[in-house]
């Protein structure tokens, strides 16, 4: 089984439509965080949390939302999807970021019409 | 504005024909420069952490160096396993916890 684990991994939706991303981890990381890639611009992180009473915006926040129900659990909303949020969303963890090590699961493919 | 670019965009090689990929950066107050690899539907897997200029890292046929603007990551006689997209990103002492990733350089080598 995969160390972190993201559900689900391919979501059609229309615009408007609210929707969560799941993440779940058994690396027994403290640090999660959730990640947006789009073709040519690179991966950008959307929200960042340390533990579970800490939670911070990363550079792309708007229109999107987390909560960190557990240590192994962080979840991603987009409370009313628009079609520019179509893209590839992945959940990583890190036990030190200063090593740059950080454990990604495999992708959450979202499309927005 | 920092800033992380790769190139070239796409790389096809034949097998055992080494070459390199470019990541160049602008940031102020370099904290840590790294490489992931990332497969088609996969996620990005961690290669090398370099944190100062001259610092060199090697894992089997890969490795990666850094000078004050520029890293590179050598690829000695690939093989069409090492076909990839490889990613880097920087950590600048202003980011936080924040990275800064390129949009990565795709390379297929060829049996």
């Known amino acids: 089984d995969a160390d972190v684990t993201q559900t689900p991994r391919n979501r059609i939706t229309k615009t408007g439509k609210r929707i969560m991303l799941e993440c779940s981890q058994t690396?027994?990381?403290?640090?999660m965080y959730w990640y947006r890639q789009d073709p040519g611009l690179g991966l950008r992180l959307i929200y960042y949390?340390?533990?579970?009473?800490?939670?911070n915006k990363g550079e792309i926040s708007d229109g999107y939302s987390v909560s960190r129900q557990a240590q192994a659990k962080f979840s991603l909303s987009l409370e009313s999807a628009i079609p520019n949020q179509t893209a590839l969303y992945f959940c990583a963890t890190s036990a030190y970021l200063d090593t740059g090590e950080l454990f990604f699961g495999e992708g959450s493919r979202l499309t927005v019409l | 504005e920092d800033q992380v670019t790769q190139s070239p965009e796409a790389l096809r090689l034949q097998e055992g024909e080494s070459s390199s990929l470019n990541c160049s950066y602008t940031?102020?107050?370099?904290?840590?420069l790294f490489w992931y690899r990332q497969d088609p539907g996969k996620g990005p897997e961690f290669l090398f952490t370099?944190?100062?200029a001259g610092e060199e890292k090697e894992k089997e046929r890969l490795k990666a160096t850094l000078t004050k603007k520029e890293s590179f990551l050598h690829i000695t006689a690939p093989k069409p396993e090492d076909s990839a997209t490889y990613l880097c990103?920087?950590?600048?002492?202003?980011?936080?916890?924040?990275?800064?990733f390129g949009p990565g350089t795709r390379l297929s080598v060829l049996p």
């Open positions: 690396k027994g990381h403290d640090r």
């Open positions: 370099l944190y100062s």
């Open positions: 990103a920087v950590q600048a002492r202003n980011y936080g916890q924040n990275f800064v």
């Open positions: 940031v102020s107050g370099l904290r840590g």
């Open positions: 949390s340390f533990d579970v009473k800490d939670i």
